[in-house]
Protein backbone atom coordinates (compact mmCIF):
# COMPACT_ATOMS: atom_id res chain seq x y z
CA UNK A 1 0.00 0.00 0.00
CA UNK A 2 1.41 3.16 -1.33
CA UNK A 3 2.36 5.78 1.49
CA UNK A 4 0.85 9.09 1.84
CA UNK A 5 2.50 12.11 0.64
CA UNK A 6 2.50 14.79 3.23
CA UNK A 7 1.47 18.38 2.01
CA UNK A 8 4.81 19.82 3.21
CA UNK A 9 7.13 17.99 1.16
CA UNK A 10 6.72 19.95 -2.20
CA UNK A 11 7.03 23.40 -0.17
CA UNK A 12 10.79 21.99 1.32
CA UNK A 13 11.55 20.94 -2.40
CA UNK A 14 10.82 24.34 -3.48
CA UNK A 15 12.93 26.19 -0.43
CA UNK A 16 15.78 23.42 -1.92
CA UNK A 17 15.92 23.85 -5.21
CA UNK A 18 15.32 28.00 -4.75
CA UNK A 19 18.90 27.74 -2.35
CA UNK A 20 20.91 25.27 -4.22
CA UNK A 21 20.21 25.01 -7.75
CA UNK A 22 19.96 28.59 -8.25
CA UNK A 23 22.95 29.52 -10.79
CA UNK A 24 25.73 31.46 -9.28
CA UNK A 25 26.08 35.55 -9.47
CA UNK A 26 28.78 36.84 -10.95
CA UNK A 27 30.97 38.79 -9.14
CA UNK A 28 33.45 41.11 -9.46
CA UNK A 29 35.10 40.70 -12.85
CA UNK A 30 39.64 39.91 -12.67
CA UNK A 31 41.85 42.26 -13.05
CA UNK A 32 43.21 40.92 -16.48
CA UNK A 33 39.73 40.00 -17.86
CA UNK A 34 38.86 43.81 -17.32
CA UNK A 35 42.01 44.93 -18.59
CA UNK A 36 41.83 42.59 -21.52
CA UNK A 37 37.97 44.20 -22.36
CA UNK A 38 39.59 47.67 -22.08
CA UNK A 39 42.75 46.48 -24.19
CA UNK A 40 39.91 45.53 -27.15
CA UNK A 41 38.51 48.74 -26.52
CA UNK A 42 41.42 50.66 -27.10
CA UNK A 43 41.76 48.65 -30.44
CA UNK A 44 38.34 49.73 -31.53
CA UNK A 45 39.13 53.48 -30.68
CA UNK A 46 41.83 52.52 -33.39
CA UNK A 47 39.47 51.21 -35.98
CA UNK A 48 37.05 54.18 -35.39
CA UNK A 49 39.19 56.71 -35.42
CA UNK A 50 41.64 55.81 -37.42
CA UNK A 51 43.68 59.63 -36.93
CA UNK A 52 45.33 58.67 -33.81
CA UNK A 53 47.06 56.29 -35.74
CA UNK A 54 47.76 58.19 -38.59
CA UNK A 55 48.77 60.61 -36.46
CA UNK A 56 51.70 58.73 -34.41
CA UNK A 57 52.55 57.54 -37.93
CA UNK A 58 53.04 60.94 -39.37
CA UNK A 59 54.68 63.04 -36.69
CA UNK A 60 57.71 61.02 -36.71
CA UNK A 61 57.90 60.83 -40.44
CA UNK A 62 58.12 64.45 -40.63
CA UNK A 63 60.90 64.65 -37.84
CA UNK A 64 63.40 62.31 -39.48
CA UNK A 65 63.09 64.40 -42.50
CA UNK A 66 63.00 68.04 -40.90
CA UNK A 67 65.96 66.97 -38.84
CA UNK A 68 67.92 65.20 -41.63
CA UNK A 69 67.98 67.74 -44.40
CA UNK A 70 67.37 71.38 -42.82
CA UNK A 71 69.63 70.54 -39.44
CA UNK A 72 72.21 66.90 -40.31
CA UNK A 73 74.78 69.39 -42.31
CA UNK A 74 75.39 71.87 -39.36
CA UNK A 75 75.38 69.35 -36.67
CA UNK A 76 77.36 66.38 -37.80
CA UNK A 77 78.72 67.66 -41.02
CA UNK A 78 76.63 65.54 -43.55
CA UNK A 79 73.38 64.33 -43.51
CA UNK A 80 74.05 60.65 -43.96
CA UNK A 81 75.92 60.57 -40.83
CA UNK A 82 73.47 62.66 -38.91
CA UNK A 83 70.57 60.18 -39.92
CA UNK A 84 72.61 57.08 -38.66
CA UNK A 85 72.68 59.61 -35.12
CA UNK A 86 69.34 60.68 -35.78
CA UNK A 87 67.21 57.54 -36.69
CA UNK A 88 67.16 55.44 -32.77
CA UNK A 89 66.44 58.83 -31.61
CA UNK A 90 63.47 59.63 -33.53
CA UNK A 91 62.42 56.53 -32.53
CA UNK A 92 62.31 56.81 -29.40
CA UNK A 93 60.96 60.58 -29.97
CA UNK A 94 57.86 59.36 -31.48
CA UNK A 95 57.00 56.77 -28.79
CA UNK A 96 57.52 59.83 -26.03
CA UNK A 97 55.18 61.92 -28.69
CA UNK A 98 52.72 59.21 -29.07
CA UNK A 99 52.15 58.10 -25.40
CA UNK A 100 50.69 61.73 -24.29
CA UNK A 101 47.07 60.63 -25.52
CA UNK A 102 47.26 57.69 -22.66
CA UNK A 103 47.18 60.82 -20.44
CA UNK A 104 44.93 62.91 -23.00
CA UNK A 105 42.05 60.06 -23.48
CA UNK A 106 42.35 59.47 -19.35
CA UNK A 107 41.30 63.04 -18.86
CA UNK A 108 38.94 62.96 -21.72
CA UNK A 109 36.79 59.66 -20.47
CA UNK A 110 36.98 61.85 -16.94
CA UNK A 111 35.16 64.92 -19.01
CA UNK A 112 32.91 62.29 -20.76
CA UNK A 113 31.41 60.83 -17.53
CA UNK A 114 33.02 57.13 -18.84
CA UNK A 115 34.79 57.24 -15.57
CA UNK A 116 31.52 57.52 -13.80
CA UNK A 117 30.32 54.66 -15.76
CA UNK A 118 33.20 52.51 -15.05
CA UNK A 119 33.09 53.00 -11.49
CA UNK A 120 29.22 51.71 -11.33
CA UNK A 121 30.64 48.28 -12.87
CA UNK A 122 31.96 45.16 -10.77
CA UNK A 123 35.63 45.72 -12.15
CA UNK A 124 38.78 46.53 -11.15
CA UNK A 125 38.93 49.79 -11.68
CA UNK A 126 42.20 50.33 -12.99
CA UNK A 127 41.85 47.71 -15.58
CA UNK A 128 40.84 51.33 -17.41
CA UNK A 129 44.22 52.29 -17.75
CA UNK A 130 46.25 49.33 -17.67
CA UNK A 131 43.70 48.29 -20.60
CA UNK A 132 44.47 51.19 -22.52
CA UNK A 133 48.14 50.83 -22.22
CA UNK A 134 47.72 47.29 -23.67
CA UNK A 135 45.91 48.69 -26.52
CA UNK A 136 47.79 51.27 -27.09
CA UNK A 137 51.23 49.26 -27.90
CA UNK A 138 49.86 48.83 -31.86
CA UNK A 139 50.08 52.39 -32.42
CA UNK A 140 53.19 52.44 -30.40
CA UNK A 141 54.20 49.52 -33.50
CA UNK A 142 52.95 52.11 -35.98
CA UNK A 143 55.38 54.80 -34.75
CA UNK A 144 58.71 53.01 -34.89
CA UNK A 145 57.94 50.67 -37.50
CA UNK A 146 57.00 53.77 -40.06
CA UNK A 147 59.88 55.91 -39.68
CA UNK A 148 62.39 52.88 -39.20
CA UNK A 149 61.23 51.95 -43.03
CA UNK A 150 61.66 55.71 -43.75
CA UNK A 151 65.46 55.55 -42.57
CA UNK A 152 66.39 52.91 -44.26
CA UNK A 153 64.85 54.08 -47.66
CA UNK A 154 66.66 57.21 -47.34
CA UNK A 155 70.19 54.98 -46.22
CA UNK A 156 70.11 54.16 -42.35
CA UNK A 157 71.98 51.00 -41.92
CA UNK A 158 71.95 49.39 -38.68
CA UNK A 159 75.68 47.95 -37.66
CA UNK A 160 73.82 45.73 -35.23
CA UNK A 161 71.70 43.54 -38.01
CA UNK A 162 68.40 42.32 -37.34
CA UNK A 163 68.35 41.08 -34.11
CA UNK A 164 69.44 44.53 -32.50
CA UNK A 165 66.72 46.63 -34.67
CA UNK A 166 64.40 43.92 -33.27
CA UNK A 167 65.61 44.21 -29.30
CA UNK A 168 65.72 47.79 -30.18
CA UNK A 169 61.60 47.82 -31.24
CA UNK A 170 60.63 45.59 -28.03
CA UNK A 171 62.43 47.96 -25.96
CA UNK A 172 60.65 51.04 -27.31
CA UNK A 173 57.47 49.02 -26.26
CA UNK A 174 59.07 49.03 -22.57
CA UNK A 175 59.68 52.43 -23.05
CA UNK A 176 56.29 53.09 -24.02
CA UNK A 177 54.79 51.60 -20.99
CA UNK A 178 56.86 53.60 -18.81
CA UNK A 179 56.60 56.97 -19.73
CA UNK A 180 52.76 56.69 -20.49
CA UNK A 181 52.41 56.58 -16.85
CA UNK A 182 53.92 59.92 -16.61
CA UNK A 183 51.24 61.61 -18.87
CA UNK A 184 48.38 59.21 -17.09
CA UNK A 185 49.25 60.84 -14.02
CA UNK A 186 48.60 64.64 -15.23
CA UNK A 187 45.76 63.49 -17.19
CA UNK A 188 44.37 62.20 -13.79
CA UNK A 189 45.35 65.03 -11.53
CA UNK A 190 44.36 68.01 -14.00
CA UNK A 191 40.77 68.55 -13.94
CA UNK A 192 40.12 70.67 -17.47
CA UNK A 193 41.24 69.04 -20.48
CA UNK A 194 42.74 71.64 -22.22
CA UNK A 195 44.90 72.26 -19.27
CA UNK A 196 45.56 68.65 -19.43
CA UNK A 197 46.78 68.80 -23.02
CA UNK A 198 48.22 71.52 -22.69
CA UNK A 199 50.73 70.44 -19.74
CA UNK A 200 51.24 67.20 -21.47
CA UNK A 201 52.83 69.27 -24.51
CA UNK A 202 54.88 71.28 -22.40
CA UNK A 203 56.46 68.71 -20.69
CA UNK A 204 56.67 66.46 -23.46
CA UNK A 205 58.76 69.30 -25.31
CA UNK A 206 60.92 69.51 -22.08
CA UNK A 207 61.67 65.79 -21.88
CA UNK A 208 62.53 65.76 -25.41
CA UNK A 209 64.93 68.63 -26.07
CA UNK A 210 66.55 67.91 -22.82
CA UNK A 211 67.75 64.63 -23.87
CA UNK A 212 70.26 63.72 -26.38
CA UNK A 213 67.29 62.90 -29.26
CA UNK A 214 68.14 65.26 -31.34
CA UNK A 215 71.75 65.86 -30.48
CA UNK A 216 75.06 64.99 -29.14
CA UNK A 217 75.74 66.59 -25.46
CA UNK A 218 79.13 66.51 -25.75
CA UNK A 219 79.59 69.91 -27.04
CA UNK A 220 76.64 71.71 -24.55
CA UNK A 221 77.41 73.37 -21.94
CA UNK A 222 78.70 71.65 -18.44
CA UNK A 223 75.11 72.23 -16.39
CA UNK A 224 72.98 71.39 -19.49
CA UNK A 225 75.14 68.25 -19.93
CA UNK A 226 74.25 67.15 -16.08
CA UNK A 227 70.25 68.20 -16.56
CA UNK A 228 70.41 65.76 -19.84
CA UNK A 229 72.44 62.69 -18.10
CA UNK A 230 69.86 62.92 -15.26
CA UNK A 231 67.28 62.62 -18.45
CA UNK A 232 65.57 58.98 -18.17
CA UNK A 233 64.88 59.50 -21.92
CA UNK A 234 68.36 59.92 -22.65
CA UNK A 235 69.53 56.34 -21.08
CA UNK A 236 66.90 55.02 -23.25
CA UNK A 237 68.27 56.73 -26.59
CA UNK A 238 71.74 55.51 -26.04
CA UNK A 239 70.47 52.14 -25.01
CA UNK A 240 68.17 51.84 -28.56
CA UNK A 241 71.30 53.80 -30.69
CA UNK A 242 73.49 50.92 -29.10
CA UNK A 243 71.57 47.77 -30.17
CA UNK A 244 70.51 49.28 -33.49
CA UNK A 245 74.45 49.57 -33.89
CA UNK A 246 75.54 46.96 -32.00
CA UNK A 247 77.68 49.27 -29.50
CA UNK A 248 75.52 48.53 -26.23
CA UNK A 249 77.61 48.25 -23.38
CA UNK A 250 76.61 46.50 -19.93
CA UNK A 251 76.61 49.92 -17.99
CA UNK A 252 74.56 51.23 -20.99
CA UNK A 253 71.77 48.55 -20.97
CA UNK A 254 71.46 48.58 -17.39
CA UNK A 255 71.29 52.69 -17.52
CA UNK A 256 68.07 52.04 -19.66
CA UNK A 257 66.38 49.12 -18.50
CA UNK A 258 66.42 51.09 -15.18
CA UNK A 259 65.36 54.73 -16.22
CA UNK A 260 62.27 52.61 -17.28
CA UNK A 261 61.59 50.70 -13.80
CA UNK A 262 62.12 54.52 -12.14
CA UNK A 263 59.50 55.93 -14.19
CA UNK A 264 56.97 53.29 -13.90
CA UNK A 265 58.18 52.74 -9.45
CA UNK A 266 57.47 56.51 -9.44
CA UNK A 267 54.38 57.40 -11.87
CA UNK A 268 52.03 54.33 -11.88
CA UNK A 269 51.61 54.30 -7.85
CA UNK A 270 50.64 57.72 -7.99
CA UNK A 271 48.47 57.58 -11.04
CA UNK A 272 46.52 54.95 -9.54
CA UNK A 273 46.25 56.83 -6.01
CA UNK A 274 45.14 59.81 -7.89
CA UNK A 275 42.92 57.94 -10.22
CA UNK A 276 40.77 56.44 -7.41
CA UNK A 277 40.93 59.94 -5.17
CA UNK A 278 39.05 61.87 -8.30
CA UNK A 279 36.62 59.20 -8.01
CA UNK A 280 35.23 60.62 -4.42
CA UNK A 281 35.70 63.81 -5.12
Not at 233 to 257: F, S, W
Request: net charge positive; aromatic share 10%; charged share 10%.
Amino acid sequence: MTAAVSPAEPAVDEVRTALFDQPPRRGTASALAASRTFAWRSLVRIKRVPDSVATAVMQPIIFTVLFTYLFGGAISGSTGEYLQFFMPGVLVLGIVITTMDAGIGLNMDFDRGTYDRIRSLPVWRPAAIAGRMAGDAVRYAFATVAPLLLGLALGFRPDGGFGGVLLALLYLQLLAFSVAWIWTLVGAIVRSHVAAQTMIVMLNTMVVFTSNVVAPSESMPGWLQAVISANPVTHATTMVRGLMHGTLTGEQATAGILACAVLIALFAPATVYFYYRRGRR
